[in-house]
């Protein structure tokens, strides 16, 4: 079964970049559609961006446009969302999730597989 685990997060200045992991450590080859999510604290879970199997076609939320960066490497069975130009609005808990074929790339809840999250907190 596919078992996703988040790494990267970290406390950081506005304006500086970090680059977020996740790894599938449940199977070796996989065909899934991936998604970044986050959610902040009081606030719902909102979409950030994702990814087909192939990486060709890829989604971001309007927020994150510009500045965000979603790639995958299927030979490493991982998933990454390079952060630049962090903002304060960007803190939250940000989560990895997977799905064969989720109805929609963009909705949390067309996605079967998260991981445990990873906490970005960006200082003003």
């Known amino acids: 079964q596919v078992r996703l685990v988040e790494s990267g997060g970290g406390l950081v200045q506005a304006g500086d970049s970090l680059r977020l992991s996740c790894a599938d450590s449940?199977?070796?080859?996989?065909?899934?559609?991936m998604g970044w999510f986050r959610q902040a604290p009081g606030k719902e879970r909102e979409f950030v961006a994702a990814?087909?199997?192939?990486?060709?076609?890829?989604d971001y939320a309007d927020s994150v446009k510009g500045r965000f960066t979603i790639s995958r490497d299927n030979a490493k069975n991982t998933v990454y969302l390079q952060m630049n130009s962090l903002k304060p609005e960007d803190t939250a808990v940000y989560y990895c999730?997977?799905?064969?074929?989720?109805?929609?790339?963009?909705?949390?809840?067309?996605?079967?597989?998260w991981g445990q999250g990873t906490q970005v907190t960006v200082s003003s």
């Open positions: 999730a997977a799905d064969p074929r989720p109805a929609s790339r963009t909705d949390y809840r067309d996605y079967g597989y």
């Open positions: 449940g199977r070796t080859s996989s065909s899934l559609v």
């Open positions: 990814i087909t199997w192939s990486g060709r076609s890829t």
